[in-house]
């Protein structure tokens, strides 16, 4: 049943980049380069950590999860926006300075927990731009990221709070993603019905 559970996460995490590239290729969905390039690296550290732990079916997950932000990093360079403003440069200095310690921490647990503040880091560029501009995102993509991340929580198939940490901050934050683009789109649409 793990396995299934794992093999779900991964292909969820992959076909998310679907309807995400659909909707940036339509002129829709607008990428923040910097968020794309900081989770890019993050999410091969993300890997061999949590190979380094011991993840087995669970790691299907982030797998598959690379897959989908690594193609949408190569979207971003051309349909993409951002990326040099004085914030994506002190979000890329921040997430460096994280790499930087877990790299002597060498320990995969702190490199786990660190992975999570940078994936924070750059995810905060793409929280302020889909405020702003909740047209610019695609909800679908990141609730299947969620569902995923649900998925991946169930291969872990024990209670091992370091395998089960980045499973279920995936789940959390593109569900929370979601919830935020579908919210602000209703509320500046009706916003701009009374204007």
């Given at each position: 049943?793990?396995?299934?559970?794992?093999?779900?996460?991964?292909?969820?995490?992959?076909?998310?980049?679907?309807?995400?590239?659909?909707?940036?290729?339509?002129?829709?969905?607008?990428?923040?380069?910097?968020?794309?390039?900081?989770?890019?690296?993050?999410?091969?550290?993300?890997?061999?950590?949590?190979?380094?732990?011991?993840?087995?079916?669970?790691?299907?997950?982030?797998?598959?999860?690379?897959?989908?932000?690594?193609?949408?990093?190569?979207?971003?360079?051309?349909?993409?926006?951002?990326?040099?403003?004085?914030?994506?440069?002190?979000?890329?200095?921040?997430?460096?300075?994280?790499l930087l310690l877990w790299y002597f921490t060498k320990e995969p647990a702190v490199a786990l927990f660190l992975i999570i503040l940078i994936d924070?880091?750059?995810?905060?560029?793409?929280?302020?731009?889909?405020?702003?501009?909740?047209?610019?995102?695609n909800w679908v993509g990141w609730a299947m990221c969620g569902v995923g991340g649900l998925f991946g929580i169930l291969a872990v198939g024990s209670?091992?709070?370091?395998?089960?940490?980045?499973?279920?901050?995936?789940?959390?934050?593109?569900?929370?993603?979601?919830?935020?683009?579908?919210?602000?789109?209703?509320?500046?649409?009706?916003?701009?019905?009374?204007?």
């Open positions: 049943m793990l396995e299934i559970f794992g093999y779900t996460s991964g292909i969820l995490m992959i076909i998310s980049v679907v309807p995400y590239t659909r909707s940036i290729l339509r002129g829709n969905t607008k990428p923040q380069r910097m968020t794309w390039l900081i989770w890019t690296v993050l999410i091969l550290i993300a890997f061999f950590s949590q190979l380094a732990k011991g993840a087995s079916w669970s790691l299907l997950l982030t797998a598959g999860d690379g897959i989908a932000i690594l193609f949408t990093f190569i979207l971003s360079i051309k349909y993409g926006v951002e990326g040099f403003r004085k914030i994506d440069i002190i979000s890329l200095a921040g997430a460096g300075l994280s924070i880091i750059g995810l905060n560029l793409t929280i302020q731009k889909a405020w702003k501009n909740p047209e610019t995102e209670y091992n709070f370091i395998l089960l940490a980045y499973p279920i901050y995936i789940c959390f934050i593109n569900s929370l993603m979601a919830i935020i683009i579908l919210a602000r789109s209703r509320i500046l649409k009706k916003n701009n019905e009374e204007v």
